[in-house]
């Protein structure tokens, strides 16, 4: 599978596109003042324990307040507690573990007002972000992820990856593990460290231990509610997670962004360097690599596939509903039950896919065209679960019911990703109501006059949709409406199409690319 990652940096925000074989299946975006990300760590204040429930809400700066369950606390939470306590007090001088006194695990079974008092400070991990009208859901069981090590204190516990199969290769990890990581720190091994050198474990170790070593830091002088450790951002997060043999390329449009990225990869793949690329195309990087359009095509309410069939794709406040309809896709040859068949394994497919591109969580409910064969019925569902296995989100498939149902869940850690492929008419401004075409040209000509004769503007760039490109450029040299322009301003106007613009839609840009406001 030939994997490349396209990283979309904007002054608002970064879009991180992932494709495997040319074909969109995640889609990521990131606030550059995005706040509460998953794997953030805040020094919290209790405001209430709720005995009901049995859980507290914290204030970590959110405008709703943190919601933290008893069991979310972890066996540890009294040993963090007092962490916590002793380093703002002075009495803990250093962040290693290995002079503290861990308190015993808690109850299982047991209330969270016996752990958590009211008006106290909490050091606490973001694992759901802000969801909807919901505040993030938080844990006090804190940990800290690498490239091959998950880095967890006061636990002093070792664990491998179920996915290491090799039983020498878990001992050796094992072993490796506990000869180099600092007492009373637990740790897991991911599945990436498989086979990897003692040197290269040793080094993520490390990191992770810097970390926790800047959580104390900012620990010692933080006043609730306040963040001490961010995660890595979701760039690094997802170089860190999915970098493997299979990647061949990482495209990037904007210098900082490259220049981090670089230093990253050093890190935790330095043989992979190469793969990093600077983008310096004239076109948007979104554009250049077509994914504009996949994302087009793959975020609304109907998600056609090439045989012709589409999925409908409802949303609700409890559960996401997929509907599968053969559309147009039918082999006259083939019987009932082997075209629903066909539709049903590459819908299965899609349905996949989506999931993972739209970040969809909760309840997942999909109506398959009905099939009356029981073998059938199990290929589809063996299909999907196999299509499931890459999805990194916890999730659980249920068998077909006797309606033809599929019910999936889903683990929900940010809010879905939703992209509005409905455009707002540039012309009429959703209206209904256009001005005449043939007055298109006129008033496009007006404006690139005023540009260049009141504002003085030089080296100006047209940015337009493709068919309009087309139109202006009609002619070719000497006769097309862009030489006319030439003729007419004795400067040479640039013009580019761009396929996410209106049809009747226009945005002219000057030298430093900036968009020129008429």
């Not at 969109?24 to 005995?51: C, P, Q, W």
């Not at 050091?123 to 998950?150: C, D, F, H, M, N």
């Not at 199990?378 to 006797?402: F, G, T, V």
């Amino acid at each position: 599978m030939n994997q490349e990652l396209v990283i979309n940096s904007t002054p608002n925000e970064v879009v991180i596109a992932l494709l495997n074989d040319k074909r969109l299946v995640e889609l990521h975006r990131e606030k550059n003042n995005s706040k509460f990300s998953v794997g953030d760590i805040y020094l919290g204040r209790a405001k209430k324990v709720m005995t009901g429930l049995n859980a507290a809400f914290v204030d970590v700066g959110y405008e709703k307040d943190a919601f933290l369950h008893y069991l979310d606390l972890g066996p540890q939470a009294q040993s963090l507690i007092k962490y916590v306590e002793q380093t703002q007090n002075g009495k803990q001088t250093v962040s290693k573990l290995m002079y503290f006194k861990n308190e015993h695990d808690i109850k299982k079974d047991g209330k969270i007002n016996d752990i958590v008092k009211s008006g106290q400070n909490l050091l606490v991990q973001v694992a759901k972000e802000p969801i909807s009208a919901k505040g993030p859901r938080i844990t006090t069981e804190i940990s800290l992820a690498g490239r091959y090590l998950v880095l967890i204190p006061f636990a002093d516990k070792i664990s491998v990856s179920s996915k290491i199969r090799n039983i020498e290769e878990k001992n050796r990890l094992k072993e490796l593990m506990q000869k180099i990581k600092p007492k009373n720190f637990g740790v897991i091994v991911r599945t990436v460290a498989e086979s990897k050198p003692v040197s290269d474990l040793e080094n993520d170790l490390n990191d992770l231990i810097k970390r926790w070593d800047d959580c104390f830091s900012a620990l010692k002088t933080s006043q609730p509610p306040m963040r001490v450790l961010g995660e890595v951002d979701r760039t690094n997060a997802i170089l860190r997670d999915f970098l493997n043999a299979s990647f061949n390329a990482i495209h990037v449009n904007d210098q900082s962004v490259y220049d981090d990225l670089k230093s990253y990869i050093k890190t935790i793949a330095p043989d992979k360097v190469d793969i990093l690329k600077l983008y310096n195309g004239k076109l948007p990087i979104f554009d250049a690599y077509g994914i504009e359009k996949q994302i087009k095509s793959l975020f609304g309410k109907t998600v056609h596939m090439r045989s012709g069939a589409y999925l409908v794709i409802e949303h609700t406040e409890a559960l996401h509903v997929f509907d599968v309809n053969s559309g147009n896709r039918a082999k006259s040859d083939n019987t009932q039950e082997e075209n629903a068949l066909d539709v049903n394994l590459e819908a299965a497919v899609e349905v996949a896919r989506q999931l993972k591109l739209r970040d969809m969580g909760g309840i997942i409910v999909v109506d398959f065209i009905d099939m009356h064969n029981a073998d059938n019925r199990k290929l589809l569902y063996d299909k999907l679960k196999e299509e499931m296995k890459y999805d990194r989100a916890k999730h659980n498939i249920l068998p077909p019911s006797k309606f033809g149902l599929i019910q999936i869940t889903r683990q929900r850690l940010r809010p879905e990703v939703n992209v509005e492929v409905l455009e707002t008419c540039p012309s009429c401004g959703g209206t209904g109501k256009v001005q005449p075409a043939i007055l298109f040209v006129d008033q496009l000509e007006n404006t690139l006059r005023y540009i260049i004769k009141e504002q003085n503007n030089k080296n100006i760039t047209l940015n337009i949709h493709p068919y309009i490109e087309a139109y202006v450029k009609k002619g070719g040299l000497f006769r097309s409406m862009q030489w006319k322009w030439y003729f007419e301003h004795k400067q040479w106007v640039k013009v580019q199409g761009i396929q996410s613009q209106g049809i009747m839609e226009y945005k002219f840009y000057n030298k430093d690319m900036d968009e020129i406001v008429v």
